[in-house]
């Protein structure tokens, strides 16, 4: 994936300091510990996945499909080896003529049609079962609609005055925030990085680097996944990534839980 692909998604792969954080709140604040979430995967150089059974991982398909096949993840510091991959047969990646088109005229109408047809979903099945880790529930339940949700990841960070740069690294910090589902139908649940008299105490947004990253719901005293980062709408944030009122997307787990669950029923 070049990094205009990238910088057109708005996607979260790159990393400043991961997740888009208020202006009038601490960054300290929003970092946490390795320990918050240790089922977080780490693909090869930016973006993650998810570890949702022992031996299988849960990421969105654009986050691994730009790069060469990927033989190792990292869970818990630890380098994993993977054995297999298992893209969505309904993932499609936009055309390079669609995105030169959008890049040029700031018209993203088709692009985003595009990218909401297309299945981001992907599975990395591990040569060996992760014991050290327990693996995160998958949320089955269809009911995400303005429920607050957890966001993490690693990727670029900034806040939502001045958003960040798209040179900015793509890997550093774990950092967590809150928002609230605007919507969730089919295959995406969204929400909206409002302003500080609108948001939640730590509220924030995804960043480049973040692709695959943990959208998770809470469930009685347990957080469940729900989501993954997957792409922002790139009118939405007015040219510059991660300012408030960027509108970001996430692959609704509710819709795919038929097909995660043959593919890992399924003999290879």
Same mark, same amino acid.
């Given at each position: 994936?070049?990094?205009?692909?990238?910088?057109?998604?708005?996607? $979260?792969?790159?990393?400043?300091?991961?997740?888009?954080? &208020?202006?009038?709140?601490?960054?300290?604040?929003?970092?946490?510990?390795?320990?918050?979430?240790?089922?977080?995967?780490?693909?090869?150089?930016?973006?993650?996945?998810?570890?949702?059974?022992?031996?299988?991982?849960?990421?969105?398909?654009?986050?691994?499909?730009?790069?060469?096949?990927?033989?190792?993840?990292?869970?818990?510091?630890?380098?994993?080896?993977?054995?297999?991959?298992?893209?969505?047969?309904?993932?499609?990646?936009?055309?390079?003529?669609?995105?030169?088109?959008?890049?040029?005229?700031?018209?993203?109408?088709?692009?985003?049609?595009?990218?909401?047809?297309?299945?981001?979903?992907?599975?990395?099945?591990?040569?060996?079962?992760?014991?050290?880790?327990?693996?995160?529930? $998958?949320?089955?339940?269809?009911?995400?609609?303005?429920?607050?949700?957890?966001?993490?990841?690693?990727?670029?960070?900034?806040?939502?005055?001045?958003?960040?740069?798209?040179?900015?690294?793509?890997?550093?910090?774990?950092? &967590?925030?809150?928002?609230? $589902?605007?919507?969730?139908?089919?295959?995406?649940?969204?929400?909206?990085?409002?302003?500080?008299?609108?948001?939640?105490?730590?509220?924030?947004?995804?960043?480049?680097?973040?692709?695959?990253?943990?959208?998770?719901?809470?469930?009685?005293?347990?957080?469940?996944?729900?989501?993954?980062?997957?792409?922002?709408?790139?009118?939405?944030?007015?040219?510059?990534?991660?300012?408030?009122?960027?509108?970001?997307?996430? $692959? &609704?787990?509710?819709?795919?839980?038929?097909?995660?669950?043959?593919?890992?029923?399924?003999?290879?």
């Amino acid at each position: 994936m070049t990094r205009l692909f990238l910088l057109a998604l708005l996607v $979260v792969s790159f990393s400043a300091s991961a997740v888009v954080i &208020r202006d009038d709140v601490a960054d300290s604040n929003y970092r946490v510990p390795a320990s918050e979430f240790p089922a977080l995967v780490d693909l090869p150089g930016e973006g993650h996945g998810v570890l949702i059974a022992p031996q299988w991982i849960v990421t969105a398909a654009h986050a691994i499909t730009w790069q060469p096949e990927i033989k190792q993840v990292t869970i818990g510091g630890v380098p994993r080896d993977v054995a297999r991959l298992v893209i969505h047969p309904g993932y499609r990646k936009p055309p390079q003529e669609l995105l030169d088109q959008a890049l040029a005229t700031w018209d993203w109408t088709l692009f985003r049609v595009l990218l909401s047809s297309s299945d981001d979903i992907a599975l990395l099945e591990l040569a060996q079962p992760v014991t050290d880790i327990h693996p995160v529930a $998958v949320n089955k339940s269809d009911d995400e609609f303005g429920r607050t949700i957890k966001i993490m990841g690693k990727g670029a960070t900034g806040n939502g005055v001045t958003g960040y740069e798209f040179s900015s690294s793509h890997r550093t910090e774990l950092r &967590r925030a809150y928002n609230k $589902v605007t919507s969730a139908h089919d295959r995406w649940l969204c929400y909206m990085f409002d302003n500080p008299s609108d948001a939640l105490p730590l509220e924030g947004g995804s960043g480049s680097g973040d692709s695959g990253g943990p959208v998770l719901i809470q469930t009685g005293k347990d957080w469940v996944l729900a989501g993954l980062t997957s792409w922002s709408d790139p009118q939405s944030a007015i040219r510059i990534p991660g300012r408030y009122g960027q509108i970001s997307c996430n $692959v &609704r787990l509710s819709h795919y839980q038929d097909w995660i669950e043959s593919v890992i029923s399924a003999q290879p």
